[in-house]
């Protein structure tokens, strides 16, 4: 049975669209900066600063970052649970999954949180 993708239960299509919605974000940042870059001549500490300086930039960084943590956790969490089977690596193929979404987790709410302190300077 297929689920609603606003349902609260945590399915394969939520993650679907997490992952899609997600890639565009990211593409839309990627293709915001080629072409910021692209169009500002002489791209230096200032016009970079000008341009992070304001309300919209921040935002949609702070969007891009979360895009990103969810982006990769899924991902990450799907090679995981493809890779490390007991089929693949024996009778302690779950401890190690564990230990490496863990791992995984950790690195990944380090860098949202350090991403904020960059952008919003708290």
Do not use: C
């Amino acid at each position: 049975m297929v689920t609603a993708v606003t349902s609260f239960g945590r399915s394969g299509l939520y993650d679907w669209m997490i992952q899609r919605v997600s890639g565009v974000a990211m593409a839309a940042y990627v293709v915001f900066l080629v072409g910021f870059i692209l169009t500002t001549p002489d791209v230096g500490y200032t016009e970079w600063k000008e341009l992070y300086s304001t309300l919209w930039m921040r935002v949609f960084s702070l969007i891009t970052l979360l895009s990103l943590a969810a982006h990769a956790w899924i991902g990450l969490w799907a090679v995981l649970t493809d890779y490390l089977t007991n089929r693949m690596m024996g009778a302690k193929a779950t401890v190690l999954r564990v230990i490496a979404q863990m791992a995984l987790g950790v690195v990944t709410v380090t860098y949202v949180v350090w991403g904020i302190e960059i952008l919003w300077g708290f």
